[in-house]
């Protein structure tokens, strides 16, 4: 496929996922004899696109919509062909996280690998949704951090579990809520690593649960995912270090902001001044 990804997560320690988006791509063929990783394209090309496509044990011709999604297992084979341009997204989902999912969700896989089946054309708003944030993130140079996208990621893996796995989750299995020690630990963590790159999985060890029950566990005990609450806790810590009259550059970057931009973002979206207002207030 000559044509290059407008946005990718190439550039991004994503090693659970490849996100790449396209945009007009020139008419071709794109095939794939055995796919490594699950694999999720999704349509997005404003008009409707014909296309011709293969996969084990199916051929046909049809015609792509935006929002239609193809989803393919790891080990299949893949081919389309279209003779207009065509734009999609396209998710490349890890092997390794898709079954360390299942285990942590305790799915009855046994030594088996999990699959997701053959889907062409397929509708689904939430895979869409995550996609299209995925994507808005890396546009804005991953401005989340990390945990945000490991977040997102970890979502979609989970959803597409329980929507498309070759077996059926087992909702008593999964913790009610985070006992209060569990979350202490994970607050205590996050408190004391606000400085530097904090991984989900870096909460969920500290919190003693798995990291694909972490996020919806966190959000109950706190009222926001863990991305929103390390931002919020970064943010006040910032006020204290302003009035202790630390320069504003030295803030953000103390406090592990990707840049001042994205300091001065968060601070006022939070507090609906700028960090220098509202050094200003207090004078």
Same mark, same amino acid.
């Given at each position: ?21 396209? =945009? ?7 095939? =794939? ?25 199916? /051929? ?54 999990? =699959? ?36 997102? &990621?970890?979502?979609? $893996?989970? /959803? ?22 569990? +979350? ?11 400085? /530097? =790159? ?23 005990? $706190? ?6 609450? &390390? ?10 270090? +302003? ?5 504003? /550059? ?34």
């Amino acid at each position: 496929m000559p044509d290059s990804p407008v946005v990718t997560s190439d550039d991004f320690e994503w090693s659970e996922l490849k996100f790449s988006g396209w =945009e007009g791509v020139s008419p071709q063929e794109a095939f =794939e004899p055995e796919l490594t990783g699950h694999l999720i394209v999704i349509h997005t090309t404003p008009q409707p696109v014909r296309v011709f496509e293969r996969a084990d044990g199916y /051929h046909a011709e049809g015609v792509a919509m935006p929002g239609n999604i193809n989803m393919f297992s790891a080990g299949d084979m893949s081919f389309c062909r279209w003779e207009k341009e065509l734009s999609f997204l396209r998710l490349d989902l890890s092997t390794l996280l898709a079954d360390k999912v299942a285990a942590e969700l305790e799915l009855p896989i046994g030594s088996g690998a999990v =699959e997701f089946g053959r889907h062409i054309r397929l509708h689904d708003d939430r895979v869409v949704q995550i996609a299209q944030w995925l994507c808005e993130d890396l546009k804005h140079g991953g401005l989340g951090g990390k945990i945000y996208a490991d977040s997102l &990621i970890r979502m979609l $893996t989970v /959803h597409m579990l329980h929507r498309y796995g070759t077996v059926s989750a087992r909702q008593a299995a999964l913790p009610k809520a985070l006992a209060k020690k569990q +979350l202490d630990g994970a607050l205590q963590y996050v408190h004391a690593y606000l400085e /530097h =790159e904090i991984s989900l999985d870096d909460i969920a060890a500290a919190a003693h649960v798995s990291s694909s029950h972490l996020v919806r566990l966190f959000k109950e005990a $706190t009222g926001l995912p863990p991305h929103r609450y &390390i931002i919020q806790e970064r943010v006040r810590k910032a006020q204290r270090l +302003l009035l202790s009259g630390l320069p504003v /550059h030295e803030v953000a970057a103390s406090l592990g902001f990707s840049d001042q931009s994205h300091f001065h973002r968060h601070f006022k979206r939070m507090l609906g001044v700028t960090p220098r207002e509202f050094v200003v207030q207090f004078r």
